[in-house]
């Protein structure tokens, strides 16, 4: 089963979904299925915030958690009408199977995407994928065996720390600043990777736009980032479903435009026109190319066609860079929404990125504010955002919080950073009087979910 937030979840049908996953010790008795699990679902675990998410998706609740693209601004009659005439003339292979490699036209038309961030790439070498999730997917099913090293920013985005999870690979983080992933702390990384006798996969790296951090890796870095994976003999997964939303308008050099050799792109539809299409792909170099389809065979025979006739008619036919143009203005308006109300309403101590494209702002709070134990008391409040501790696979983050202005429109924006402001000010209040507010026994969620994309 596939939970919203993409992760796949063990839990058996019949099982209530409040039921902890296998792995949490002391509830194996609630699952009659426990000694029959692979191994590897030791690492699957179900986020615990379902249950708080049938009260943040109340009408009344403020939700900054998730990171749902607004869609508001698509043109649904003329797609409604085109999918319709779609069907009607080409619905026989349509409704069909099809290969596992993808749709040429839409292959060819992904490569003249990927060309205006610098890529210059041959259908080929593109897979057709559901979405960027199932290439992270089989990305790291054919380059992690248990136990290997996969290197990604701190934070990271959760769905692809479920992805290393679920195939037992280890995550080590790499910090970032303001520009994106430091090459100082990459190199540190691997030399401690080295040092322990380990083997790093990939580099799993957002440049632009990232989730959940906000930020963009700095162009000027980006040759020197490449050079390191290159002369450590690390592959570099670039995933970069946001790379067309910069607020001005403006494209960053794709990593892959420059080591085609070294590196597997990621790209999605689904930011840039309909997430449930679930239509994505991956650019890969030409040898893992042919492994990569295997993979994708095995996985699903093939995307489904309909779904790619949709995004082909729709690149053919529609307008696409200026639909990109409009849902970028609305992101920047909510962005602009969200750093005033920031500037306005969050107390001293409080940092934040200024993000200049994408979903996500990342907070910072003061010292023994504890993000996660706060969340419930968030949501009494009205507000939900999403606790850092999600985005790190070691535990860290529980100084920082995820807000998302993609959805909620900015007057929304405005009164959720209110409300989150008044929560954070109230438990400043208990770190001054009692000390760290995180050592006392209250129990939140884990992982940021269900609507985490
Ligand atoms: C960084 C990142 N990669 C991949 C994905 C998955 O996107 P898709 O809908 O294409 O599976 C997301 C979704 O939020 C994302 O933020």
Known sequence: MVTLDGLTDNTPAEVPMTVSPPDRPGRHNLDPHVTRYAARTAGMTASEIRALFAVASRPE?????????????????????QIADLIAEDGLVALQYGSAHGIPLLREQICEIMALEGISAHPDDVVVT?????GLDMVT???????????????SYVGALGSFAAYQAQVIH???????????????????????????????TIPNFHNPAGVTLAASRRPEILEICRSHGVLVVEDNPYGLLGFEGQTYPALRSTDPDNVVYLGSFSKTFASGLRVGWVLAPHAVREKLV??????????????QLIVSRYLSTHDWKGQIKTFRENYRE?????????????????????PDGGFYVWVTVPEGVDTKA????????????????????????????????CYPTPERIKEGVRRLAAVLEAEMDLVRTFGNVSMRPISGPETPSPDTA
């Open 130 to 134: 559901v979405g960027s999730q199932m």
């Open 61 to 81: 609740v403020v939700s900054l958690a998730g990171g749902m693209p607004n869609l508001a601004a698509l043109p649904l009659d003329s797609l409604s009408t």
């Open 174 to 204: 790499v910090a970032m600043d303001d520009e994106g992933l430091q090459p100082e702390a990459l190199r540190e990384a691997l030399a401690q990777v080295a040092k322990a006798g380990k083997r790093v996969k990939f580099l799993y």
């Open 141 to 155: 099913r054919l380059f992690c065996d248990p136990g290997d090293v996969v290197l990604a920013e701190g934070p």
């Open 294 to 307: 295997l993979a994708a065979e095995s996985a699903t025979l093939c995307p489904p066609t309909l779904n």
């Open 334 to 354: 909510r962005r602009d929404a969200i750093t005033s109300a920031l500037e306005q309403y969050m107390p001293a101590g409080c940092s934040w990125t200024n």
């Open 374 to 405: 706060m969340l419930p008391r968030a949501v009494t409040a009205r507000v939900a955002y999403a606790s850092g501790t999600g985005f790190y696979a070691d535990g860290f983050g529980s100084r920082q919080m995820r807000l998302s202005y």
